[in-house]
Structure formats: structure tokens, C-alpha cells
């Protein structure tokens, strides 16, 4: 093959037949793409509801005009594309092939341009050849995913995704608030809001009249693309554990998902996957050319390739025209070497309105660079601001409570964005952008986490635009000298209605659903606190927080006087100094019922739902005040504890209770899966799951003294699982195990009684972890065959077991 050097491309460009041979493929092109598509843009921008010159604005930065034609003001920062050092590792050669000769054709809808625009078929084939090659040579091994307690990482874990969970998660945790929904999917049925409820009534005339269009309007869908063309399990389930790591732009959030979640959900996305990813072929030629192209024609103004440079410059944007002699985005006016955008005539004629306002360089107010940033991170796909955007009304129904309770769109939609500078601090605000300080356990969707850089200007232009640049410490707002009396009446009108929807420090009433007042002081701003409990719905619209305070007169005069703004300086004063105040009278008398379990003569036993051990827990509490859960579906002893054991309340009588919790203070987690495998070797993967293991449940029974002991079978061996309390507050676990056909299969099973970041021995049959857990282990009353062993990130102790007939192994967990 010919090698494609930069004086053969130079050559190229200036060929007259080049020329005839795309004014062809240009019109072809034209005919049959998509426009690019822009989520803001497509829902706003398109029906008027947002100015032509953030409309124009989202353009130029989400296609990266800006990362060419360079910007004079602020606010036109470009998107840019993926960063490609390690794109040989992510993406399918072939794929990149495909979408370099037609990105439009391959994905619809994406926003990068047609960089082989300007060379007629041939030559863009092998062009795309070409980069396609120097890409697959960008490799990188995937990142080392280390194991915690709370983050079990099986070997290779992305090899066992479960697509069926994987479907679950990504229709629950917020992923179709952007991208379309499986149409086979089922959602539990929940009550439509008034609003919703109304527009199944009115006609598109009546919709229209009464302004509702925007409400009514169908919300289309960021595109995935050909994903199982594109991706394997293991570079998906990567990218979606940490996606800036590719993207560092951001558009794509990070959801703190966990490797089994990021495996499932990439199973479920590459379910219909027939292919594997292929390499490089190593040709140097054909990679040194590649290379050549790569930083020529501009890829490297948008992609960010270690050594690479670009060498492709533009005109400064601000001497752009809309009529000048060529553009990236008008067919007939292309010349060779020239990307190209097709733009449909509502996208053109908006980039054209805004190149005045970017020459004569005004600057963005405040509240428009609020604006500017949540659309371009598409933020109003879950949240409204001054009217603007929210969950579409075709997707609320994916957004589900846990155990599908009934209260209302303020309680499982994402919070209205509007004047929450004058609400959240702007410490808080940090906390939620990078996806931490979750405070409602009620619902599934969660608030993903953005690059800190992107949204490092985000807080103090909130506080700004919403006129709460200084805002009013406590003692200015209440003008009350906190006391103890201020905070024991605080903690009084506490009991009075705030314990029948909120918990405290994860406290509440049986069946309370609502967020935690715990932190409260530190989240949102005195003022705010002061003016939304005298009137909640003239700072939240439609709020179901009732008014305890109407026309600002008390309807409690036992407390403080019945003084307003005593009670409600009682109330910031208590829940500022909550982690040292008792709680709630209320909540005290519920957990001194006779709903928490407090073993004393025999052990108690409780199927519940619990949030490690999942929705077949057995939770086994004794005497002796230690305790554990035992998961009967993966047949995994999930977690231990000392202390108090659990309160039944939920299990027995609230439906929709949350999982059950421990109640003792030292609650350890114990290795995830089945504790015995049958392994073709010590190397081998350990199973993921019991299906993988050959294993299955098979009851319990209870001895004498009520004792449990777990009944299962795994690989043709009966286990009988017998955990009961260590003198010194540990557990001693006896697992006796019986061949049923010893001649039928090897006698060799694998023992993994103990898993970490990291494995320190402590004896010769004993190790501890970083979480202080130690296991001991005695095989048949003598010594133990063992080994340790590193695999993607997670330590493992496993010990070879031989059952001829029937073996006993002991295990002795201390912690």
C-alpha cells in the first residue's frame, strides 16, 4: 500500500479530481446524516426556549468550534473529544475504521465531524486505514481496581456481568435521564402528577394555549451508538467505573458505581455483543502515516494524544462570517481539508445569529454562565431551574422510590436547582457536584459526580446570581444566644411534625421516608433555613412541606412562648449540635419497643432484607453479642457484628421499609461469595456467584440450643455450615462437607475463607486484612495447604481441601 506522507496529503488536497470526486460526496453526505446532536440544544434551543445567543454559544462549544477557531471571551470553552492515549485499549479497530470514513453513518447523531471530508473515497479509505492503525497502537493496561469491604473485585470481574441486574441498574440509577430506555422494561405504576395528569386531557391546541409545550414535549435521547461494535466487557465496564478518565469533559458522569455494577451494566449494554475487540496489525508504515494525519488535518485540537501537537490552524472566531466563501457546515461552499459538520438550517442559522455577539465580545452575565454550564453538562435533564427543563415527562416513570413508596415528584425526583444558590453552602454545593452527600436513601436515582474543574466556578456563581454572595452567619439570622434550653425546646419542636417525615443521623419513625436533617446546619444557609420553615412554598413551589408557622404566628405556645423566631432558632440551634444531642423523643420511644431483638437465653434468627447481605438475608444474633448475616442467595456469610443486634419493625410491618441495618457499633464485612469452590487449579478465577459455583441453598436447621447451621450443596458436595460465637467476641464457623459421588469428580475443593486490598500472615494457618479481620483455619484438626494470591487488585487466601468421603474445616473469624 502507497504510505501516506504529509507531501502525498499535501499533494492530495490540491488535486482537481479530489475536488469533483467530494463535491459528489458532499451532497451525498448532506442527503443522508443526521444532524449532530446536542441534548440542550435539541430540547431548548430548537423551540425557542432558551436566547439564540445561548443557543449559538452551546453549539460552538459542544462540536468544539472553539477548539479551532479560538475565542476571544470567556464562556466558549470547547468540549473537546476523548483523550485517545489509551484508545487502542477501548475501542474495536475495525469500529474506529468504520466511524473515521462516516462518523454520522456509524453514529448518528455524534458530534464529531467529518474529518476525511475533503478526499475522495479512496483516499478516505485509506486514510481511515491509516489512523485507524496509529489508534489501535495507543494501548494502556486498564487500571488496577483495588477491593474494599464495601467494593468486592472478583477476578476479571468484568467477565461476569449480570445483564439482568445490569438492565435494573441502568434504568434505575439515573441513566435514563439521558439515554433511552429498554421499551420492554417495566416500572411500577405510580400516581401522575397534577400537571402530567392534565396534559392526558388537553389537545395540542389546548397544550399550546395554556404554554405547556415544553412540559409535553418528548425528550429525545443522547445516542449510544453501535456500542457492542465498539466496546469489549472489559473496556466498557472501565470506562463506565470511571468515564473522565476517556472523557475528560465531563458529559459523561461519574455514578461511583462499584466493578460488579460497572460489569453488570456493561453486560446488559453489550448483551447482544457478537464480536470481539480486535488489535493492531503493527504495520510501522501504515502507523507512522497514521501518526502523520493525526496532528495534519486537526485531530489533535480536539484529542489529547501524550507528544502530540497540532499542526491544523483556523481563523480566530471572531472573524468568522456567516457568509464568507467556505464553512465547516455548508456542503457546497467545502474545500478540501476542511471538516465537515451537517448542520440542519435550525443549527446553522443559530451559530450564524451568534457570531456577532462573539466579535463584538460581550461578556456573559453571571447568571448566563450559570445557565451556559448546566446545558452543557445537560443538567436539566434531571433538574429545573426557573422553569427550565426537569425529568421529561416520558422518563418520571423510571424514576422509582425503594419499595415503589408513594411520595409524590418531590420526593422522587431530582431537586429543583432554583435559588439554590441562596439554599445550599457552598461547601454542600462541592459535596453534590462530585457526587457525594446523598441524603435521600429513599430513592434510586443518584446524583452522579462531575470533574471539579468544570464546575469549580459553579458554587460562587450560584451564590452570586441568586443574591446571597455574603451570606448572613446564624447569629445575625436568629439574634437568639444559643443555650441548652434553646436547643432542648429545638429538639421538643422537633417531636412536634419534623420526625414524621425525616430521619436524624439515619433515626426515624417506622415508615419515615424523607431526607436526613443530619448535617442540615452545615448544607444550607441560615437564612434560607429561617425563611422556608415560615413559609415553605414561597421558596419551594408545590412543596409537601406543610407550614408550621402560618401568617407567621406559632401554633405551638407551649415552647418558648409560642415566639416564632425563638422556635425556629431552637430548631437551627438543635439540629446544628445533632451528632451530641439525643434524639427526638419520638424516635427514642420507637427503637424502646419491643421491635429491636436482643437475644438473651437462645440465639434469634430473622429472614429480612439487608443492605450487603441482600434480599435473602438471614440475620443470626446471639447471647453473647456477636452477630451475622448469612446471604442464602450467593450462600456468602456477608457480615459480622458486635454489640446491639437489629430492629424487626421494618421486616415486620412497614412494606417499603429500607434494608434492614446492624445495630452494634463494630460491623466487619466478610469475603463476598461462596466460601468453597471446586477450581481446576489455584490460578483459576473464583466463581462470581452461586449459579457459577455449582451451588445451591438448601435451607437450615435449627440444633438444641437454637443454633443454626446453613445447609447447602456445591459441586456434588453437601456443606452443613455451622457458625456460633468465639469466647473473645469472634465467630468460629464449622463447615463439614460430604461427598455424595466420590468417585464421580476430583476430590479437590478450594477453601477462600478471607479476602482483602491487602494480606498480612499471622501464624501458619492465619491472616489478617486492612479492615483488622482476622481467619484462622484448621482443616481435619490438623495443618492446611494454602496459599496466597493477587488478582485485579484483590488479595485472596485460598486453602485446598480434600473430601474423599467427608472432611471438617474450622474457621475462626476475630476482629
Not at 434531571?382 to 425503594?402: I, N, P, S, W
Not at 484448621?778 to 481441601?801: D, Q, T
Amino acid at each position: 500500500m502507497k504510505c501516506l506522507s504529509c507531501r502525498w496529503f499535501a499533494a492530495l488536497l490540491t488535486c482537481s479530481a479530489v475536488l469533483a470526486d467530494w463535491d459528489s460526496h458532499s451532497k451525498l453526505v448532506a442527503a443522508e446524516t443526521t444532524p449532530p446532536f446536542v441534548a440542550g440544544f435539541d430540547r431548548f434551543g430548537r423551540h425557542d426556549e432558551i436566547s439564540d445567543v445561548h443557543a449559538g454559544r452551546l453549539l460552538l462549544t459542544e462540536l468544539s468550534c472553539t477548539a479551532c477557531h479560538a475565542p476571544s471571551g470567556a464562556g466558549l470553552t470547547p468540549k473537546r473529544g476523548p483523550k485517545l492515549d489509551a484508545v487502542g485499549s477501548r475501542a474495536n479497530r475495525d469500529w474506529v475504521q468504520r466511524y473515521l470514513m462516516n462518523p454520522q453513518s456509524v453514529k448518528p447523531g455524534t458530534t464529531m465531524p467529518d474529518a476525511l471530508a475533503g478526499l475522495p473515497t479512496k483516499k478516505r479509505q485509506e486514510a481511515a486505514l491509516a489512523l485507524a492503525a496509529f489508534l489501535s497502537e495507543q494501548v494502556q493496561p486498564f487500571p488496577e481496581i483495588r477491593a474494599t469491604g464495601a467494593n468486592p473485585v472478583p477476578f476479571e470481574f468484568w467477565k461476569h456481568g449480570n445483564a439482568k441486574q445490569g438492565r435494573i441498574l441502568y434504568h434505575r440509577i439515573g441513566c435514563v435521564a439521558c439515554h433511552a430506555a429498554d421499551e420492554d422494561y417495566e416500572v411500577a405504576e405510580m400516581k401522575a402528577s397534577p400537571i402530567d395528569a392534565m396534559l392526558e386531557q388537553l389537545d395540542p391546541e389546548e397544550i399550546k394555549e395554556l404554554g405547556l409545550l415544553s412540559a409535553a414535549r418528548r425528550v429525545e435521547s443522547v445516542p449510544h451508538g453501535d456500542l457492542a461494535a465498539k466496546y469489549s466487557h472489559q473496556s466498557l465496564t472501565h470506562f463506565l467505573l470511571k468515564p473522565e478518565a476517556a472523557r475528560p469533559a465531563g458529559r459523561m458522569p461519574d455514578f461511583d458505581l462499584k466493578a460488579v455494577d460497572a460489569a453488570d451494566i456493561a453486560a446488559w449494554l453489550l448483551s447482544k455483543q457478537t464480536q470481539a475487540s480486535t488489535s493492531g496489525d503493527g504495520d510501522e508504515q501504515l502507523v507512522a502515516a497514521g501518526r502523520t494525519l493525526f496532528t495534519s488535518i486537526g485531530c489533535s485540537n480536539c484529542h489529547d494524544i501524550k507528544g502530540l501537537q497540532s499542526q491544523h490552524k483556523a481563523k480566530p472566531l471572531a472573524v468568522l462570517h456567516a457568509n464568507a466563501a467556505t464553512s465547516c457546515f455548508v456542503a457546497e461552499q467545502q474545500t478540501s481539508g476542511q471538516p465537515f459538520y451537517p448542520l440542519d438550517d435550525v443549527q446553522k442559522q443559530t451559530i450564524n445569529a451568534v457570531l456577532a455577539s462573539v466579535r463584538e465580545n460581550t461578556a456573559l452575565a453571571d447568571h448566563d454562565s450559570v445557565q451556559l454550564t448546566l446545558l452543557q453538562l445537560n443538567c436539566y435533564a434531571c433538574h429545573t431551574r426557573d422553569k427550565l427543563g426537569g425529568v421529561g415527562r416520558f422518563r418520571k416513570a423510571y424514576f422509582e422510590t425503594v419499595g415503589h413508596v408513594d411520595i409524590g415528584d418531590e420526593g422522587r425526583l431530582p431537586p429543583a436547582l432554583t435559588g439554590v444558590g441562596g439554599k445550599l453552602t457552598t461547601s454542600a454545593m462541592k459535596n453534590v457536584f462530585s457526587g457525594k452527600g446523598r441524603i435521600r436513601p429513599h430513592m434510586f436515582v443518584r446524583m452522579p459526580g462531575f470533574p471539579s474543574r468544570l464546575l469549580e466556578p459553579l458554587p460562587t456563581l450560584f451564590a452570586k446570581t441568586d443574591q446571597i454572595a455574603n451570606p448572613l452567619a446564624a447569629d445575625a439570622v436568629f439574634k437568639v444566644q444559643k443555650s441548652d434550653r434553646l436547643v432542648a425546646a429545638g429538639r421538643a419542636l422537633m417531636d412536634s411534625g419534623c420526625v414524621q417525615c425525616h430521619s436524624f443521623s439515619g433515626e426515624a419513625l417506622p415508615g419515615t421516608v424523607g431526607t436526613d436533617l443530619r448535617g442540615m446546619a452545615a448544607r444550607v444557609h441560615p437564612q434560607w433555613f429561617h425563611d422556608f420553615l415560615l413559609n415553605p412554598g414561597k421558596l419551594k413551589a408545590r412543596t409537601r412541606m406543610p407550614t408550621f408557622f402560618p401568617n407567621g404566628e406559632s401554633q405551638n405556645k407551649d415552647i418558648l412562648e409560642g415566639d416564632t423566631e425563638q422556635q425556629i432558632a431552637a430548631m437551627w440551634a438543635y439540629l446544628s449540635d445533632l451528632n451530641r444531642q439525643p434524639l427526638p423523643e419520638k424516635i427514642l420511644k420507637a427503637r424502646a419497643q419491643d421491635y429491636e431483638l436482643t437475644p438473651t437465653k437462645r440465639p434469634i434468627v430473622l429472614r429480612t432484607f439487608m443492605q450487603r447481605a441482600g434480599t435473602h438475608a438471614i440475620a443470626v444474633g446471639f447471647p453473647q453479642k456477636v452477630h451475622y448475616a448469612f446471604d442464602a442467595e450467593t450462600l456468602s456469610l456477608s457480615e459480622a457484628w458486635r454489640g446491639r443486634f437489629v430492629d424487626a419493625e421494618g421486616t415486620w410491618f412497614v412494606r417499603a421499609a429500607p434494608p434492614a441495618k446492624p445495630l452494634g457499633e463494630t460491623v466487619i464485612p466478610l469475603p463476598s461469595g461462596v466460601v468453597l469452590a471446586a477450581l481446576p487449579n489455584s490460578g483459576a478465577a473464583w466463581p462470581t456467584d452461586a449459579e457459577a459455583a455449582n451451588a445451591k441453598f438448601s435451607g437450615y436447621r435449627l440444633d438444641a440450643r437454637g443454633v443454626p447451621t446453613m445447609l447447602y450443596e456445591i459441586g456434588g458436595v453437601t456443606v452443613e455450615d455451622r457458625i456460633e460465637p468465639l469466647e473473645l467476641q469472634g465467630l468460629k464457623r464449622t463447615l463439614t462437607l460430604v461427598r455424595r459421588q466420590p468417585d464421580s469428580q476430583s476430590s479437590t475443593l478450594w477453601l477462600r475463607p478471607l479476602t482483602g486490598a491487602s494480606l498480612t500472615k499471622v501464624g501458619e494457618a492465619s491472616y489478617r486484612n486492612e479492615t483488622g479481620l482476622a481467619v484462622e483455619v484448621a482443616v481435619n484438626g490438623g495443618s492446611v495447604k494454602g496459599e496466597s494470591r493477587r488478582n485485579e487488585g484483590v488479595s485472596e487466601w485460598l486453602v485446598s481441601v480434600d473430601v474423599a468421603e467427608q472432611s471438617v474445616i474450622e474457621v475462626r473469624y476475630s476482629w
